[in-house]
């Protein structure tokens, strides 16, 4: 199973973009990328997820490289609420069902 | 998105007792996941929920701890038995549809407190 490499934490200032790196140097041809994040005593919420070519929704856009070893997430206008903890996830499939592996995930804050 | 509501949200529970915790989907579900989040940590994964029969737990959990059920596609409940204060976390319901991406949607879990 691919596994993630995130750093512990970031910060950036609000209004700006805030670039969160992933490293996914093991991930298989049918491994998909997620992206989820993890507000204050919430459930993890959804962001995006591509397999190889860039995505973009209205929370974010997700940036896969060539080799698919690595990606960013891109948080175009950073805002208060979007200190939170950010997952990248490679996920994993297993017999019929999909399952998501979580790593420690970056520490995102968001500086006035 | 799924709505997905769990309860109890929040409850302390004593040393020894076992409590059950409810997970109801607004709609039919492919895919149930239970996970365990402890003080600090990141989210583990506990077992794949399967409907009409015994659930697929993940290394170091079995079901004695961890009963788990799903009688159809909208609802679960995992029991946490014989409780330590070990076993203070959260515990999150998560579920996913085939298609749509396979995104994986999650509840605002449980927080559960043994004492």
């Known amino acids: 199973d691919a596994k993630t490499t995130q750093p512990p934490s970031m910060d950036c200032a609000e209004g700006r973009a805030a670039n969160l790196p992933c490293n996914h140097s093991?991930?298989?041809?049918?491994?998909?990328v997620y992206w989820y994040r993890q507000i204050h005593s919430q459930g993890p919420q959804y962001i995006i997820h591509?397999?190889?070519n860039n995505e973009t929704n209205e929370m974010a856009s997700l940036i896969i490289t060539e080799d698919r070893k690595s990606s960013t997430l891109i948080l175009p206008h950073a805002t208060l609420r979007d200190t939170a903890v950010y997952y990248c996830?490679?996920?994993?499939?297993?017999?019929?069902?999909?399952?998501?592996?979580f790593g420690s995930g970056t520490r995102l804050l968001v500086r006035p | 998105s799924a709505v997905i509501s769990q309860k109890p949200s929040r409850d302390i529970c004593q040393r020894g007792t076992s409590l059950t915790i409810q997970c109801q989907v607004d709609?039919?579900?492919?895919?149930m996941f239970w996970y365990r989040q402890q003080p600090g940590q990141s989210l583990t994964l506990i077992a794949t929920?399967?409907?009409?029969?015994?659930?697929?737990?993940e290394s170091g959990f079995v079901i004695d701890k961890f009963p788990i059920s799903r009688p159809n596609l909208t609802f679960s409940t995992l029991t946490v038995s014989n409780m330590s204060p070990e076993d203070s976390s959260i515990y999150l319901c998560?579920?996913?549809?085939?298609?749509?991406?396979?995104?994986?949607?999650f509840g605002e879990g449980s927080w559960l407190t043994v004492v």
């Open positions: 709609s039919q579900v492919t895919m």
């Open positions: 996830i490679v996920r994993v499939r297993g017999d019929s069902s999909y399952k998501l592996i």
């Open positions: 929920a399967n409907q009409g029969s015994e659930a697929t737990y």
């Open positions: 998560s579920v996913g549809y085939r298609g749509s991406g396979n995104t994986i949607y």
């Open positions: 591509g397999l190889k």
């Open positions: 093991t991930i298989s041809g049918n491994e998909y």
